[in-house]
């Protein structure tokens, strides 16, 4: 991690404290309702709970500046924290509002507006969704329709939204809306930040393949936005969503994978293979570990090389779409391998009679009792914030020149 002898015993100490710190306040029903979890989200009152313990820590946004009430620490650090949570089990937080809307409030905010907002997404007061992807619009984003006609001093709104995660529990959205159709399509775009609790807002469910409930579709019938909602300017919206898009593609992905990774080879290695032998006998077996090791790996260098570019403040540009891909991609692999793995233990119905609520118990290691509904939910981890396809579009076009 780093060649100094000094360096290398200060960021051990800090790995200390992090674990310490972990194992004190990690109580065991938010490391239950993680290991739970069927999609990358955990249900928001244990997501919120945890949040609030790190928050009264100074802990909840450790990649924020610090005059925001981030922590100063350096991407090593970062990773270490990161890592320490992946291991130890830890809920995941909502990235709607720490990771994506609030940089966006820092750069393109009014002092206002940075004044009322961060405080509130830091604490978790707001708990935010994501007004995107249309009905017609999804990874071709520019061509959203979703109206904003100006009246007085707001916006009346009039349209839908789709694939809005969390639309069910959240009191704030950012949204991209259509306020011209004059020029290139990508112009005539603004984003507001709003209440969901306006009147004429009406939310849908979209239950996913798994069975769960973190998709919505949101109609707005005639939404009064007030102007004092637009983040940066009118008709320059398109701006700040690329810029938010940045940092939702180039979420943290080598932590987690890591941690996944360890849990399913400590399950390969407890599973007979015949003749006294265990999973990891098995050559086929071997090799995909050793490959997906190899990935994760990787992945981890590049996310270093990232985190310290937007340490100097640069953004994460191209790159963040190389890590989507790569990230989203070796998720998959490892849900595949987790569902091969189990074996019939994985069998979609062991997974539904649980969640309908049935007493038969589960038959089969407790760790697979969630393989299926997570490789069902992963499918969606390469289409959603821009699929997979217009990622490679966009590293050909920015790194290759094509």
């Known amino acids: 991690m780093t060649a100094d002898p000094m360096q290398r015993q200060g960021l051990e100490a800090f790995r200390q404290e992090v674990r310490g710190w972990i194992a004190a306040n990690l109580t065991d029903d938010l490391r239950d309702a993680a290991a739970r979890a069927t999609s990358v989200f955990v249900d928001k009152p244990h997501a919120m709970a945890w949040q609030a313990i790190l928050h009264r820590h100074g802990w909840a946004a450790p990649h924020w500046p610090r005059e925001y009430g981030g922590t100063g620490w350096d991407e090593t650090q970062r990773h270490i924290f990161d890592s320490e949570l992946a291991a130890a089990g830890a809920p995941s937080l909502s990235p709607m509002g720490l990771r994506m809307v609030a940089p966006c409030i820092m750069r393109f905010g009014t002092p ?91 939310v849908r469910p979209i239950l996913t393949l798994s069975g769960d409930h973190d998709f919505n579709q949101v109609f707005f019938d005639n939404v009064r936005v007030p102007q004092s909602g637009r983040l940066g300017e009118e008709d320059q919206g398109w701006g700040v969503a690329k810029y938010l898009l940045e940092f939702e593609r180039s979420a943290a992905y080598a932590a987690g994978l890591t941690a996944a990774l360890d849990r399913l080879l400590a399950s390969a290695a407890a599973r007979d293979f015949g003749e006294g032998g265990t999973l ?112 490679r579009n966009i590293m050909a076009k920015l790194m290759l020149g094509l």
């Not at 996310?303 to 994460?316: D, H, N």
């Open 112 to 202: 206002e507006q940075k004044a009322h907002y961060l405080p509130r997404i830091l604490s978790g007061e707001d708990f935010w969704c994501q007004g995107y992807s249309e009905p017609q619009a999804g990874s071709d984003l520019a061509s959203l329709s979703l109206r904003a006609e100006r009246d007085s001093e707001d916006y009346v709104l009039n349209g839908s939204k789709i694939w809005t995660t969390h639309a069910h529990f959240a009191n704030r959205m950012f949204c991209l809306v259509r306020t011209s159709r004059d020029g290139r399509p990508q112009q005539g775009i603004t984003f507001l930040l709003l209440d969901m609790a306006l009147p004429g807002i009406e």
């Open 280 to 391: 990891l006998d098995d050559p086929a077996i071997r090799r995909r570990f050793a490959r997906l090791y190899t990935d994760v790996h990787a992945i981890h260098a590049a996310e270093q090389r990232m985190m310290a570019a937007i340490a100097r403040g640069r953004s994460p540009g191209p790159a963040s779409s190389m890590l989507k891909v790569q990230g989203t991609e070796a998720q998959q692999r490892i849900q595949e391998l987790a569902v091969d793995i189990a074996g019939p233990y994985a069998a979609p119905h062991q997974f539904a009679a649980r969640a309908a609520g049935s007493n038969l118990p589960f038959v089969g290691p407790e760790d697979d009792l969630t393989a299926s509904a997570r490789y069902f939910n992963g499918r969606a981890a390469s289409i959603y914030g821009g699929s997979n396809e217009i990622q």
